[in-house]
């Protein structure tokens, strides 16, 4: 069992009867009442993100959970293959398992989050950025921009990121695999 104290970013707990992984937290100690632990939670089966706040000492219902790195094969429309880089075993997993799936290009080492008592693979990360190559995106006109201006991109992996206007199409960008944002250009 943990407790509030315990919290942390990327903890999965048991929750109403499903397993969620915690993806933002913030302890409150407000002047008047008693502490508290406002989490932002996601399910690892539905996908589903829950807004819940604990209350100090709160007792939590931990799963134990292992790291396995795995490399990302094919997406073949309705779920994402992957290679466990150890004993080359193979698993697969539908979207909403993965946070942020659109930035995830072939041959990619990810980290799996696996369950220990069931083996069931809960959730994917990807590493903190990511490096994408640009394969389409309108030109970028000179002098028509205030500040910080920016357009829409498409990366090699058919996701799409605002970018700002000097990127071009054939440029290598650094992506922000949390947030999905640019982050900046690659020069090679």
Do not use: W
Not at 2 to 26: H, M, P, Q, V, W
């Amino acid at each position: 069992m943990a407790t509030t104290s315990d919290i942390r970013n990327g903890l999965c707990i048991r929750y109403n009867n499903d397993i969620y992984k915690i993806i933002e937290f913030l302890h409150v100690k407000p002047g008047k009442g008693p502490a508290f632990v406002r989490t932002k939670m996601k399910s690892v089966t539905s996908g589903k993100v829950l807004d819940n706040t604990f209350s100090a000492g709160h007792k939590l219902e931990d799963v134990r959970v292992e790291t396995h790195k795995f490399q990302y094969l094919y997406n073949d429309g309705e779920f994402y293959h992957f290679m466990n880089e150890a004993d080359y075993t193979q698993i697969r997993l539908l979207e909403a398992a993965l946070d942020n799936p659109g930035l995830m290009k072939e041959g990619e080492v990810v980290t799996v989050l696996i369950n220990t008592e069931d083996n069931m693979p809960l959730s994917v990360d990807l590493p903190a950025s990511v490096i994408l190559e640009v394969t389409h995106t309108e030109p970028g006109v000179k002098g028509n921009t205030a500040t910080n201006a920016t357009k829409p991109a498409t990366v090699e992996t058919g996701a799409e990121v605002n970018v700002p206007l000097f990127i071009n199409e054939g440029d290598k960008i650094k992506i922000e695999t949390a947030k999905g944002t640019y982050k900046e250009r690659v020069k090679e």
